[in-house]
């Protein structure tokens, strides 16, 4: 919530827990309400830069998005799922594909040399 101070605090503990359970995960931090900070710029309770330093440090997608007005929702579920693409095709790029040297069968064992 960017009017409320206290919710940059709860987010970042609960980025912690999260990094302590799931080293190396993809984190996407979303501040909500934008649309409140839009009527009125005093509302708002989370500075940009500290929490545009904090994504840094922590290397998290950073989205001000609003349910209201939809603001830049369709970016962040976007972003998710490219990264959930990206990520995929990697990991599937990257797999190593073992040969099994016991396996008997197949065209090699039945073939001329093997009688």
Known sequence: DLTDSSSFQRAKFWVNELQNCEEGCRIYLC???SDLLEEDRRKRGVDFHDV???ADEIKAELF???SKTGQSVDELFQKVA????????????????GVDLGQRSGAYFYSCCHH
């Open 82 to 97: 490219e990264d959930y693409v990206h990520f995929t095709a990697f990991q599937v790029m990257t797999e190593e594909k």
């Open 52 to 54: 545009q330093d904090y």
């Open 64 to 66: 001000e998005t609003s």
């Open 31 to 33: 501040g909500t309400k």
